[in-house]
């Protein structure tokens, strides 16, 4: 009886913390899947001229692939990335936030993952807000370069 009173609380929990209409502008359910190369990351052909993919929370980096929602989709994005020079990156996730409702997800929701990036003479780390539940075109962010 417990177990079904704190299943209860964290439902009502999250419900509360989830809008019924998602904030997210650039969700595409009609975008090409993604496709894995033989390196192991997705391919991307498309540079990103909008400053807000990826940086913005409302506009963040679409990956979801063949209903897995794990952290490899993250790093088959971000390890296809480099710096601005073509610098090597290193990412580290920071957090999940900003739950929106989704269709994919058992829980009704789904939440952004915050990752930040570093490079060799950056004078100041890059957040990006990677999103493993919905679809979208597959671009490399604003400043950033492919491997």
């Not at 009609?30 to 540079?47: C, G, Q």
């Not at 929602?69 to 290193?90: C, H, M, V, W, Y």
């Not at 409702?101 to 915050?114: C, E, H, I, Y």
Request: charged content about 25%; some cysteine.
């Amino acid at each position: 009886m417990r177990k079904i009173a704190i299943l209860f609380i964290v439902s009502l929990l999250i419900s509360a913390c989830v809008s019924t209409r998602s904030t997210l502008k650039n969700v595409d359910d009609s975008a090409p899947d993604l496709i894995v190369n033989h390196n192991n990351t997705f391919e991307i052909k498309l540079f990103s001229t909008d400053k807000k993919y990826g940086y913005d929370k409302d506009y963040p980096i679409n990956i979801f692939y063949q209903n897995s929602k794990s952290d490899s989709n993250q790093g088959r994005f971000l390890d296809a990335l480099a710096g601005p020079k073509g610098e090597k990156i290193t990412y580290t996730k920071l957090e999940s936030c900003c739950p929106f409702p989704t269709k994919r997800s058992d829980m009704g929701a789904g939440f952004l993952d915050v990752y930040e990036l570093k490079w060799e003479g950056q004078k100041k780390p890059v957040l990006l807000y990677l999103n493993i539940y919905e679809k979208g075109i597959l671009m490399v962010p604003f400043g950033l370069r492919l491997k």
